[in-house]
């Protein structure tokens, strides 16, 4: 497929890409997300239920962020952005910040991030690198204890939807890169773009929406996705 100067892309991604870099998909063989239902530890219910066991969980995820680093597919992707002659937007299911550290800019965490802690009093948002504790303040309002992780939650709308839509319209190339497909609205992404839009999924195996892409790849996302970069800069 070759692509005109100008095009262009989308990228969704999902936690596949983030794998080999050390950090564990939703939907393993166990079907447990780092030990715990995810209906325990990732709802609005559960906050309310017992929001110290939410709070130490992402914690956690927060540390683990310390201890892993950007691989090289969201290495590739960064690199599309610099030198793809047109706009390159990537929207991340995933809280990790890796696509960050890698250099992508023009990047929708539409599932939120670990490293933003919000207030449920006053509604601000902010950058968090530490544990949420029980008496951590809000830089903006000073309530005490009022802070939840930054993330969209079972039941919860995620994050700038509109602005996906309107780049899902436009693009002339869609790719989706390491997400099995289970969750909407990202897994209909793939169907929301014009007709004759290019879509390409890079996974570790067949996705439930495989069927509705034009071509799919199967392997590796540190393998598939440099690969790909350089067939689309060459
Ligand atoms: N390279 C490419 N793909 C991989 C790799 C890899 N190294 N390892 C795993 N995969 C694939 C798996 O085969 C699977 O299809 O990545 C996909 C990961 O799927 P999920 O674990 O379901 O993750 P994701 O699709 O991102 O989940 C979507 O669900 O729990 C919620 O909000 C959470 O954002 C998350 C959403």
């Known amino acids: ?8 892309i989308v990228i969704l991604t999902g936690a596949g890409i ?11 063989a166990d079907g447990l997300w780092e030990d715990h239902r995810v209906e325990d530890v990732a709802t609005p219910e559960a906050f309310v239920r017992d929001p110290q066991l939410v709070q130490r969980f992402y914690n956690e995820r927060r540390q683990q962020l ?28 995933n809280v990790d910040d890796l696509h960050d550290r890698a250099g992508s800019r023009n990047l929708i965490h539409m599932h939120g ?21 029980a008496e951590s303040a809000c830089p903006s309002c000073a309530r005490i204890g009022r802070l939840r992780p930054h993330i969209v939650w079972f039941g ?9 839509g309107d780049a899902l319209e436009r693009c002339h190339l869609f790719a989706a890169i390491g997400t099995s497909g289970n969750v909407y609205p990202a897994a209909g992404f793939v ?28 392997g590796r996302a540190t393998e598939l996705v440099p690969a790909w970069v350089e067939e689309l800069l060459k």
Do not use: Y
Not at 1 to 8: I, Y
Not at 18 to 28: I, V
Not at 156 to 164: H, Q, W
């Open 18 to 28: 983030s794998a080999e870099s050390g950090l564990r998909t939703f939907r393993a």
């Open 113 to 133: 991030e670990l490293l933003k802690a919000r207030c449920l009093v006053c509604g601000h948002v902010c950058s968090w690198s530490d544990d949420i504790l």
């Open 191 to 218: 169907s929301m773009v014009a007709p004759g839009t290019h879509t390409l999924e890079l996974n570790l195996d067949a996705s439930m929406v495989s069927s509705v892409f034009t071509k799919c790849r199967q």
């Open 66 to 93: 310390k201890n892993v680093q950007p691989n090289a597919a969201h290495h590739a992707l960064a690199r599309l952005e610099r030198e793809w002659p047109g706009d390159v937007l990537v929207v991340t299911q």
């Open 156 to 164: 919860e709308m995620p994050l700038e939807l509109d602005r996906i």
């Open 1 to 8: 497929m070759k692509l005109a100067p100008g095009s262009s």
